[in-house]
Structure formats: C-alpha cells, structure tokens
C-alpha cells in the first residue's frame, strides 16, 4: 500500500466518522474506497465495520452530554441492538451478497419518508402515553441491527427515523442514542468477524485513525444544527444513499 493510498483510506474514514456521528452512511465513503483499492468485498465490509468502531466510540463521546437520563432507554435498546448485529454479522458470512443488497435502498427511502413524515406521526403518537423503548422500538432496532451488522450503510438514518417516532425526545438527543446503537451493533459485529473471518488490518486501521477524528468533528457539527436542518440532513443523506446503492 503506498502512501496515498494510505492518506486517501484514512482521509475516507475521517470524512465516514464525521457523516456516522451527525446521522449516519459513512460506509458509502469507506466502503467503495476500500474496493477501489483492491480489497474483496467481503474483506472490505469486514474491515470497514471494524475500523470504523474507534468512530463510534469517539462519536459517543462528542455526545456525552446528551446522553445524560437515557440509560434506562439504551439499557432497553442494548440487547436488541448487539443481538441483530451478531445476526446480521453471522448472515453476511453465511449468505450470498445480494441477498440484502436488493431490498437496501428501499430499506433507506422508507427510512428517509419516515423521517420527513416523523413530526406528524410523533404528534399523532403523543395522544398515548409515552414510551422511551417500547415492544415496537426494540424490535425494529433488532431488526435495523440485523441489517447493521450485515452491512450497515444509512443504519443511522433507519435509527433515526425509528427513534423519532417512538420516543418522545429532542432530535440531539435521540441522535446520542442513534450513536451508542450503532456502536454496539458496529462492536458486535465486529467481534464477530475478528474470530471468524479474514481482516485487513492495514485498511482497518486507517479506517479507525480517521473515524476517530471525523467523530469528533461530526459532534462539533451535528449538535449545533437546528432539528429541522439536521433532519433535512438526514433526508438528504438517505436519498443519496439510495440513488448511490440503486447504481
């Protein structure tokens, strides 16, 4: 691997890091960077789950201070989350490729709809007693968590979506929690593939060099956005994720 090599894949994981912790798709970045340079797509995706865990982690931190009164949400969310992420990891080495690449962009438009439509269904959703982790939101982060460790790309704005609608919190707030899911689904699966399948530990951790930094410059960004700009963002960061997978 030659140095600019070297430079582009941890520039890729610094701009990933960045886009994971103010929403979410930051494998859109790492992951085509990773196949340009010659890695196999299983490879690729393996490595680029595992270095972009140190991105979680820093993302995490950047959003410590809005993470304060939900441990009782996340302790909820914890288990569905590391369960479908050992699932989706488990599929991705057993199943061919294809299998949940098809239905992926579909998965992110449903997603991004949600998302826009998320103020309306909340309101509607606020008429019944509140709930910060319900049946209905434990199940569908196991199953975002299964598609997660499986590949992972927009498994931020699928979260996002999810948690506005069945929790009743501000927009940074529930952009905290997204964080600490994906990391648990993102370590999970990458413990997974750690024991069980072949890593570039070269690309992985150029991956995580950048992440780090770009997570914590996506907390300096994400938390001064506005609620409706940031769901602008995410919206906007879905779609292309869509058009980007659908091509």
Known sequence: MSALEALAIAGAGLVAGTINTVVGSGSLITFPTLLAFGLPAVVANVSNTIGLVPGSVSGVVAYRAELSGQSRRLLALALPACAGGILGAALLLSLPRNVFRDVVPAL????????????????????????????????????????????????????????????????????????????????????????????????????????????????????????????????????VAAIVLLV
């Open 108 to 239: 992110i438009l449903i997603a991004c709809a949600l998302v826009v439509l998320q103020p309306r269904l909340a309101r509607l959703r606020r008429k019944k007693p509140p709930s910060n982790a319900g049946p209905a939101l434990r199940a569908t982060v196991f199953a975002t968590a299964i598609y997660g460790g499986y590949f992972g790309a927009a498994q931020g704005v699928i979260l996002m979506s999810l948690l506005g609608i069945f929790s009743d919190d501000h927009i940074q707030r529930l952009n905290a929690t997204k964080n600490v899911i994906a990391l648990l689904v993102n370590a999970v699966a990458a413990l997974v593939f750690i024991f069980f399948t072949h890593v570039s530990w070269s690309a992985a951790g150029l991956v995580a060099a950048g992440a780090v930094v770009g997570g914590q410059l996506g907390g300096r960004i994400g938390r001064k956005l506005h609620p409706a700009l940031l769901r602008a963002v995410i919206v906007i960061v879905g779609v």
